[in-house]
């Protein structure tokens, strides 16, 4: 089987399957670095190592021959290496070591290391196992090594090209955000939605409200595009019935002008908190006003 990666050099590498099933110990293979998916259940290996127990390996797990494998040595004897590296399967040979395993089927691949990315990105994704920003990261990393235009990765994945750059926005998101995300099991729909909002601090917010009331992707959306037209008062984030469409008394029509104010002091926060500046704005509305208070802290006095 062969794949191309762009127009560069990359282009010329191929993927060679050996079709023969061989069985490789256990200890001679490694997990591999470009792994897409960071997160093993260990329950879940535990019930694949069970049912390994009563009905084998049914599907072997693929590899690629390890080039300047890195090995352990002992008074300059070298006393362990692995020869081989998982490119799929990695769920198996997991479960096959827990059981004390000493060979594991293994069909071999002839690839480099964007080939070998390429493989597990693309069984992780057909297998449906991977978190949404494991999945962006993968290619990320993808379009980093190989070069590759989105186009191109997109046409190599079978997916558009617009899948492919909403995905990466993810990578927007800060890792405690994308690990509240994952822990509360919020759908990418909420990540998207979350990512319009550029300030970080007002982000956090909205998450951790989206958590504590279970909104719905739709109900999210519906907040975050009211907050972003400037149809968003401080009270919505404490209304218990911030789910519901706002009723006509609630909703604050913002002219232009004053939406892009709000919007120039909440750059200006930002630009300090970026450069180690503790500041905040806090909006409130009065019957007949809004006041605007942004707080500074004082830098510390050298004398």
């Known amino acids: 089987m062969n794949l191309t990666f762009g127009e560069k050099q990359i282009s010329s590498v ?5 079709d023969k099933i061989v069985m490789l110990p256990v ?12 997160n093993f259940n260990e329950d879940e290996i535990t019930f694949l190592a069970e049912s390994i127990k009563q009905f084998g390996i049914i599907q072997p797990i693929a590899v690629k021959l390890r080039e300047n494998a890195p090995c352990l040595k002992l008074n300059n004897e070298k006393i362990y290496t ?11 040979w ?17 690839t480099d290391k964007p080939g070998s990315a390429m493989l597990a990105l693309v069984e992780n994704i057909q297998r449906k196992e991977l978190e949404v920003f494991e999945e962006a990261v993968a290619l990320q990393n993808l379009l980093l090594m190989t070069e590759m235009t989105q186009n191109e990765l997109a046409k190599r994945l079978s997916v558009s090209q617009s899948n492919i750059s909403n995905k990466l926005r993810l990578l927007k998101l800060t890792v405690e955000e994308r690990s509240l995300i994952s822990d509360a099991s919020l759908s990418e729909r909420h990540a998207r939605a979350l990512v319009r909002i550029d300030n970080e601090r007002i982000r956090m917010i909205f998450l951790k409200k989206i958590i504590e009331k279970s909104l719905s992707a739709s109900a999210s959306e ?11 008062i401080k009270t919505d984030l404490t209304s218990p019935n911030v789910d519901k469409p706002h009723s006509k008394a609630t909703r604050v029509g913002v002219i232009k002008d004053i939406r892009f104010f709000y919007n120039t002091i909440e750059r200006a926060v930002s630009l300090l908190s970026d450069a180690g500046i503790k500041a905040k704005s806090e909006r409130v509305e009065y019957d007949d006003y809004f006041e605007i208070v942004i707080k500074v802290a004082k830098m510390p006095s050298n004398v």
């Open 94 to 110: 997991r479960a096959a070591r827990r059981l004390g395993m000493k060979k594991i089927p293994c069909i071999v691949f002839e």
């Open 14 to 18: 191929e993927f060679k399957r050996k």
């Open 27 to 38: 200890s001679d293979i490694a997990p591999n670095p470009l792994q897409p998916r960071k």
């Open 82 to 92: 692995a020869s081989y590296e998982i490119i799929a399967g990695e769920r198996r």
């Open 222 to 232: 519906k907040l975050i595009n009211d907050y972003i037209k400037g149809e968003f």
